[in-house]
């Protein structure tokens, strides 16, 4: 069974940091392309960015609102993935879902959620 | 960027009915279009990829078609676990959610 766990979301005020982690079991974590999406509280769904598999590249890429700001990470050796969060902003406040998918994502986590509020 | 928009943004049905939403992309994205459903504090769940695809273990009264702007979600015969707010999301460049269209009971 896929299984993809979020954890590291809390409450930060506004231009602090946070690093969430997302580990993942079932499936062959180096050969996947993760994505990582957030969702306002009472809003739709906003793609945050994604990375390729190493063998892939291991390239990322990111979101305009996030770009500059936000990184993601792999550790293929613990089959987990990061986002690492700064300059946050009361508009990062979201679920942030951890996904499995560089397109379109057919497994996700439960999400974990991010207060950005002084 | 290319922009999704979803109609309606609220659909009203009843168990039984059959279902249509529209997603609209500003500019041509193929077939590299995805649908996802997503009930209240829930994880969405992929439906449809590549616009007419169906995802694994998803019951076959949901199906998706078009190509280049124009897309459609049809559920054929409405059921109560159907209720849920559904996404498309391209991916041809970047990738792009729609905001979302509640069906709702009516």
């Known amino acids: 069974e896929v299984q993809l766990v979020e954890s590291g979301g809390g409450l930060v005020k506004p231009g602090g940091s946070l690093r969430l982690s997302c580990a993942v079991s079932?499936?062959?974590?180096?050969?996947?392309?993760m994505t990582w999406v957030r969702q306002a509280p009472g809003k739709g769904l906003e793609w945050v960015g994604r990375?390729?598999?190493?063998?892939?590249?291991?390239?990322?890429d990111y979101a305009a609102p996030v770009k500059g700001r936000f990184t993601i990470s792999r550790d293929d050796s613990k089959n987990t993935l990061y986002l690492q969060m700064n300059s946050l902003k009361t508009e990062d406040t979201a679920v942030y879902y951890c996904?499995?998918?560089?397109?379109?994502?057919?497994?996700w986590g439960l999400g974990t959620l991010v207060t950005v509020s002084s | 960027d290319i922009q999704m928009t979803q109609s309606p943004s609220t659909l009203s049905a009843s168990v039984g009915d059959r279902v249509t939403i529209t997603c609209r992309a500003s500019?041509?994205?193929?077939?590299?279009l995805a649908w996802y459903q997503q009930k209240p504090g829930k994880a969405p769940k992929l439906l449809i990829y590549?616009?007419?695809s169906l995802e694994s273990g998803v019951p076959s009264r949901f199906s998706g078609s078009g190509s280049g702007t124009e897309f459609t979600l049809t559920i054929s015969s409405l059921q109560p676990d159907d209720f849920a707010t559904y996404y498309c999301?391209?991916?041809?460049?970047?990738?792009?959610f729609g905001q979302g269209t509640k069906v709702e009971i009516k």
């Open positions: 079932g499936l062959t974590f180096s050969n996947a392309w």
């Open positions: 996904t499995r998918g560089g397109d379109y994502s057919n497994y």
């Open positions: 590549k616009a007419s």
């Open positions: 990375i390729k598999s190493k063998p892939d590249g291991g390239t990322t």
């Open positions: 999301q391209q991916y041809n460049t970047d990738r792009t």
């Open positions: 500019q041509s994205i193929s077939s590299w």
